[in-house]
């Protein structure tokens, strides 16, 4: 089975600075999707960046870019230039890749880490 | 599309109703998820649909929990009787798994704004 493990329950960050929010997965798996979630108070799940695992390149979604470390088994996510609308909580979450059968997997979740951006 | 919807939003009841939650997923997709958000459990993967056919439903709490889906744009999860421990937020989500690009993001799971219910 996966387990997703974010460490920090809450963070907090001036506005206009950089925060990284770590998280780590144990799997058996070689072939793997790994996701940043946001949760604003809304309550809505919006995907923030998503990392292929057979991929070393490192994903880019403008001001929010992951650090993958594949034989770590780390996924961080670091956001540049915070802004007060960042503010909510981050979910890390793991897929297999079902690709060669063309199908699909569950995600597995961290448990979330509150993020406040201040001005 | 107007994205994954969920209804009702809020749903307050009393132990031992029974209680029908709903779930509009994203015109093209086939799969279908529910997942329930607590603070003790974080959230969790209840059971899963692939063309309408359950998947994995071994995230099922237990009998009173069922779920169907009887077309590609509707599916139910019920609990009958409801407990105060059922008492969370239900989120649906649905996701695409073939090449088509303009239908959506390959495997990207969107959620529904979810149900929060209370059992008292």
């Known amino acids: 089975a996966q387990t997703v493990t974010q460490s920090q329950p809450e963070m907090s960050v001036q506005e206009a600075e950089t925060v990284t929010l770590s998280c780590t997965y144990d799997?058996?798996?070689?072939?793997?999707?790994l996701f940043w979630y946001k949760q604003p108070p809304s309550r809505q799940m919006i995907l923030v960046i998503r990392?292929?695992?057979?991929?070393?390149q490192n994903a880019t979604e403008n001001r929010f870019s992951v650090n993958f470390q594949k034989a770590a088994k780390s996924f961080s996510l670091k956001i540049s230039d915070s802004q007060l609308g960042d503010t909510a909580m981050y979910f890390c979450?793991?897929?297999?890749?079902?690709?060669?059968?063309?199908?699909?997997?569950?995600?597995?979740f961290g448990k979330g880490m509150k993020l406040t951006v201040n001005p | 599309d107007a994205g994954v919807i969920q209804s009702p939003r809020h749903e307050v009841t009393e132990m031992g109703q029974e209680v029908t939650l709903r779930c509009k997923p994203i015109?093209?997709?086939?799969?279908l998820f529910w997942y329930r958000q607590t603070m003790m459990r974080g959230l969790e993967l209840l059971i899963y649909?692939?063309?309408?056919?359950?998947?994995?439903d071994s995230g099922m709490p237990e009998d009173r929990f069922s779920a169907k889906m009887p077309n590609a744009s509707f599916s139910t999860l019920k609990i009958q009787p409801s407990e105060p421990r059922d008492s969370a937020v239900y989120f649906c989500?649905?996701?695409?798994?073939?090449?088509?690009?303009?239908?959506?993001?390959?495997?990207?799971?969107?959620f529904g704004p979810g149900t929060r219910l209370t059992v008292l």
């Open positions: 989500a649905s996701s695409y798994s073939g090449t088509l690009t303009w239908i959506s993001s390959y495997n990207e799971q969107f």
């Open positions: 799997t058996s798996e070689s072939n793997y999707y």
């Open positions: 990392q292929e695992a057979y991929k070393q």
């Open positions: 979450a793991f897929m297999k890749n079902e690709a060669t059968q063309g199908g699909s997997e569950k995600l597995v």
């Open positions: 015109s093209g997709h086939d799969y």
């Open positions: 649909f692939n063309n309408n056919v359950p998947i994995d």
